[in-house]
């Protein structure tokens, strides 16, 4: 089980604030799962007109913080396959599908945001993660993710 820190994270996933979504990971166990956090503060962009009044973090936002974990456990999984395990192969994890996506109750600022994923299976280079996002131990979201490496190039 590894923890991953912020360096090591900017260092893997190609985001950049106000899009960089992963604050640390807690664990990450290759081919398995990984857990890691999102801290939700009023001073996040999107709170500014989502909504004013009454803020709540996007929906679409979570599910991307959902993906960066799902990239995070492919980038690292790859690299305990290989013999190296060299963090600067080059090479980019994109999301190529999200399916049953539900959302449960509203992320506000203030909120942690713990997301888990498991690996559900890999064919070649296409993963398949099984993801869920709470805050205090409540379900926020559920969503099934689908993360592809390529070549950083293309």
């Known amino acids: 089980m590894t923890e991953i820190s912020i360096r090591e994270i900017l260092s893997i996933l190609p985001h950049r604030y106000p899009f960089l979504l992963i604050d640390r990971v807690t664990s990450c166990v290759p081919f398995k799962s990984i857990t890691a956090l999102k801290n939700v503060t009023v001073t996040e962009p999107f709170f500014q007109g989502h ?3 009454k803020p709540i973090m996007p929906g ?10 799902t990239g995070l456990l492919a980038f ?3 690299n305990a396959r290989s013999q190296n395990g060299n ?4 090479n980019m994890y994109y999301l190529v599908g999200i399916d049953k996506a539900r959302f449960k109750r509203p992320v506000e600022p203030g909120d942690q945001l713990i997301i ?4 559900q299976r890999r064919i070649r280079n296409i ?10 131990e409540q379900v926020v979201a559920v969503a099934e993710f689908m993360t592809t490496q390529m070549d950083g190039e293309a």
């Not at 888990?116 to 690996?119: E, K, P, R, V, Y």
């Open 87 to 90: 963090s600067q192969n080059g």
């Open 60 to 69: 679409v936002l979570i599910l991307e913080a959902m993906a960066q974990a």
């Open 116 to 119: 888990s994923a498991n690996l």
């Open 51 to 53: 909504f004013p009044g």
């Open 76 to 78: 690292h999984s790859d």
């Open 127 to 136: 993963y398949k993660f099984d993801a869920v996002a709470q805050v205090a």
